[in-house]
Each structure stands twice: as C-alpha cells, then as structure tokens.
C-alpha cells in the first residue's frame, strides 16, 4: 500500500520559514504528480502546489511568491520551502500523490504561525 509521510511542521513565528518534507513508499511509478495541499480550522482544503516528475509545478496565486515546491524522483520525495511565514499561513499542511489515476494523501504535518 502506497504511504505518505509528512515531517517538518511546527510552530514558527511570523516572518520564520519552514521546510516541510514527504516521502512516499509503496508501488509508485516514476510518472506521478506529488505536492500539498493545506486545511486551516472552519476552511475548506485549498491547494498549495504541485510538481510532476519532469518539475512542472504549479502554485496557487497566494503562496508562489513565498513558497517553493521541489522534489527528488530518485526518492519519491517532494519538499516545500516555505518562508515569510504569515498567521494566515497556519493550517495542517497534506502531502499529495497522484499516481495511475490515483490519488493519495498523508496525515498532515502541522503548521502553526504566532508570536
């Protein structure tokens, strides 16, 4: 069974950065789709970003300028850089697998900004 694991979250203070990581194990191919999506309290689940294999990625408006999604294919790996950090930002953070018209989801990682 494919598996998702999220790691990296926490509580940072606005203005901080956090890298979050997800590693993916299980039956993948090396064509998928791998990214986040994040959930904050009384919203509904938004999209972060996405990365291909080939490094396509695509960001939602809101975090492209201060977010970076990245990956490593070698390790069905993806990252999320994520720095200048707001209050708004806090949410639990889900890594996101699409795979042979699958789609797979982590535990969440979460993500606190407060002072």
């Known amino acids: 069974q494919v598996q998702l694991v999220e790691s990296g979250g926490g509580l940072v203070q606005p203005g901080g950065s956090l890298r979050l990581s997800c590693a993916a194990s299980g039956s993948i191919i090396n064509n998928n789709i791998m990214g986040w999506y994040r959930q904050a309290p009384g919203k509904e689940r938004e999209l972060v970003a996405l990365?291909?294999?080939?490094?396509?990625?695509n960001y939602a408006d809101s975090m492209k300028d201060r977010f970076t999604i990245s990956r490593d294919n070698a390790k069905n790996t993806v990252f999320l850089q994520m720095n200048s950090l707001k209050p708004e930002d806090t949410a639990l953070y889900y890594c996101y697998l699409y795979d042979r018209a699958r789609n797979y989801w982590g535990q969440g990682t979460r993500v606190t900004v407060s002072s």
């Open positions: 990365i291909g294999s080939g490094g396509s990625t």
